[in-house]
């Protein structure tokens, strides 16, 4: 059975950093792209970034270039989203899920999601 | 940046109607479209991908067709546990997309 299970998430005043992670088992994690989507309070999706199997290629949202970081441990099969100079808009649900095996492919497996609330 | 438009906004079904929601894209996506379920208080599901394939485990009164810039989801035969908020996804351009959701509840 495959299985996403989120980590992090809390509340940090503007200007701060957060770390969120995710575990995944059920499947060959080094084979598929990982995503981080989120979810403003009683808004639609938004999708934040993905990375490839390897790590070797990785996508941001313009909102958050240079700004969020993704990252992956192929032995821990885990993925992260390390957030920095956070903003009251950043506030949201923050939700990792597996996509397929290219880039292509839709989040098929998400996590429990992990509320995010940058307010001072 | 695509820009997917979903109709309706709302819509008040009763049981074992057929329901229809249209999702249009800005530019030609081919079949790189897909459809969610989310319930309050929960993550989203996955029902259709590719537009036209249904994700494992999701019941057939579920079906997705389309292709370029006009794509439906149709729920055959509405059940109590269908009301939620649909969602279509792009995945054929980065940035990757959502639609607006489409909120569909019982009458």
């Known amino acids: 059975e495959v299985q996403v299970v989120q980590s992090g998430g809390g509340l940090v005043q503007p200007g701060g950093s957060l770390r969120l992670s995710c575990i995944a088992s059920?499947?060959?994690?080094?084979?598929?792209?990982m995503s981080w989507v989120r979810q403003a309070p009683g808004r639609g999706l938004e999708w934040v970034a993905n990375?490839?199997?390897?790590?070797?290629?990785?996508y941001y949202m313009d909102s958050v270039k240079g700004r969020f970081s993704i990252s992956r441990d192929n032995s821990r099969n885990s993925v992260y989203l390390e957030m920095s100079s956070l903003r009251p808009e950043d506030t949201a649900i923050y939700y990792c899920?597996?996509?397929?095996?290219?880039?292509?492919?839709?989040?098929?497996?998400w996590g429990q999601g992990a509320l995010v609330t940058v307010s001072s | 940046e695509i820009v997917l438009t979903q109709s309706p906004d709302f819509q008040s079904v009763t049981p074992k109607e057929r329901v229809t929601i249209t999702c249009r894209a800005s530019q030609n996506i081919e079949d790189r479209l897909h459809w969610y379920q989310q319930k309050p208080d929960q993550s989203p599901k996955l029902l259709i991908k590719y537009a036209s394939q249904s994700f494992s485990g999701v019941p057939s009164r579920f079906s997705g067709s389309g292709s370029g810039t006009t794509f439906t989801l149709t729920i055959n035969s509405f059940e109590a546990e269908d009301a939620a908020t649909y969602y279509c996804h792009q995945t054929g351009s980065l940035p990757r997309t959502y639609g607006q959701g489409t909120k569909v509840e019982i009458k």
């Open positions: 899920a597996r996509d397929g095996e290219t880039w292509l492919g839709p989040p098929g497996y």
């Open positions: 059920g499947f060959t994690f080094s084979s598929f792209w």
């Open positions: 990375i490839k199997e390897d790590g070797s290629q990785k």
